[in-house]
């Protein structure tokens, strides 16, 4: 999929763990799992809203889009 | 006592496997039944084969269509139990319509090639392929289902 999820970069510029993250944004941290490894098929806007709001960024600093 | 869907699909259960056992009941009796519905079958259909001959034909059919029945019913008895285990929209429940569906259009065929002894049996054979086809139209929902689940399965 041409859209790549760069969670886990972000994660680790704020220095947050998963199990934290999942917490503070109300998920489960099989679903941010399937979050950062690329095997979601969509996002909530609910749950991007919360994830920018706790990583303090913007959806582009997570979401990518490269051409295949 | 209230009805629930968990009686109901217990009731389904009970009524695959006694029509199961019906199959293997009437699987000893396939010959006599033969014999009897071509001497006692006092009304009669147009045929293009002799009647005289059907004997053997039927006998093949009837085995051809209880093996039939018995592993549709043995795909519906996999299909219920992987319901009651809260397992509905998966490719595995897809496959066992896809069979289902393919069985039915087999045991239509057999029938329909029988109806050259006895032309009942081609109407018969029609219905059965109907059924199938709706079966495989049932399939192509299902299989659209398990995808709509997947996607929203992994819609975080």
Known sequence: MPIVVNLDVMMAK?????Q???ERVGITTANLSILKTGKAKAVRFS???????????QPGDI?????? | ??????????????????????CIFIAFFIPTISEWYKYEMAFEATSIFDRSTMFLPMCITMYVCDALALAALWNLHLLLRNISRDQVFI??????????????????AVLM????????????GMAAVMFGLIMRVL??????????????????
């Open chain 1, 14 to 18: 704020r220095k947050i763990s998963s």
């Open chain 1, 20 to 22: 934290e993250l999942a």
């Open chain 1, 47 to 57: 749950t991007l809203e919360k994830i920018c709001d706790e990583l303090d960024c």
């Open chain 1, 63 to 68: 979401l990518e889009f490269r051409k295949e």
């Open chain 2, 1 to 22: 006592m209230m009805w629930n869907k968990d009686k109901s699909l217990i009731l389904s259960r009970i009524l695959t496997i006694t029509a199961a056992g019906v």
């Open chain 2, 91 to 108: 490719p595995r429940n897809t496959s066992c319509l896809r069979r289902i569906s393919w069985i039915c259009m087999a045991a239509g």
């Open chain 2, 113 to 124: 090639i029988f109806g050259l002894w006895s032309s009942i049996f081609a109407f018969i």
């Open chain 2, 139 to 156: 399939k192509n929902v299902f299989e659209k289902a398990v995808e709509i689940k997947s996607e929203n399965d992994f819609t975080i």
